[in-house]
């Protein structure tokens, strides 16, 4: 939701909802109550892809609507000429895959080093 920030240069999307449409038909929503403009405004489907890099992972253990998620994010992407890349984390789920960025060899840490090292 910052990448179009001008002091951001990459990002990393980890394991999202990128479209908040389906939350409204669930009990998440009477907490929520989300609104028709905010599903609109704060779900990254339904936004124009910003042309800077974004690599989007999810685990391999994910919910399917997350997967899907991930999927279509990239895939819009990729359609807008956007870059960035699609990874799926073996055998993480919504939770675990934020383990990858505690250790210093994790995948995610592996990750973060490419972009800044490609964003400077």
């Given at each position: 939701m910052t990448l179009d920030h001008p002091r951001v240069v990459a990002g990393l999307a980890i394991s999202g909802v990128y479209d908040l449409a389906?939350?409204?038909?669930?009990?998440?929503?009477?907490?929520?109550?989300?609104?028709?403009?905010?599903?609109a405004s704060l779900s990254p489907l339904r936004l124009p892809a910003v042309q800077k890099r974004l690599d989007i992972v999810y685990g391999s253990i994910e919910l399917p609507a997350l997967v899907f998620d991930s999927i279509q994010l990239h895939d819009a992407r990729v359609a807008a000429g956007a870059p960035g890349r699609l990874v799926p984390i073996d055998g993480a789920n919504h939770f675990s895959i934020l383990g990858e960025l505690r250790r210093p060899d994790g995948q995610l840490v592996d990750i973060v080093r490419k972009l800044a090292s490609n964003a400077g």
């Amino acid at each position: 939701m910052t990448l179009d920030h001008p002091r951001v240069v990459a990002g990393l999307a980890i394991s999202g909802v990128y479209d908040l449409a389906p939350i409204r038909d669930t009990v998440l929503n009477y907490a929520l109550k989300l609104t028709d403009q905010e599903v609109a405004s704060l779900s990254p489907l339904r936004l124009p892809a910003v042309q800077k890099r974004l690599d989007i992972v999810y685990g391999s253990i994910e919910l399917p609507a997350l997967v899907f998620d991930s999927i279509q994010l990239h895939d819009a992407r990729v359609a807008a000429g956007a870059p960035g890349r699609l990874v799926p984390i073996d055998g993480a789920n919504h939770f675990s895959i934020l383990g990858e960025l505690r250790r210093p060899d994790g995948q995610l840490v592996d990750i973060v080093r490419k972009l800044a090292s490609n964003a400077g």
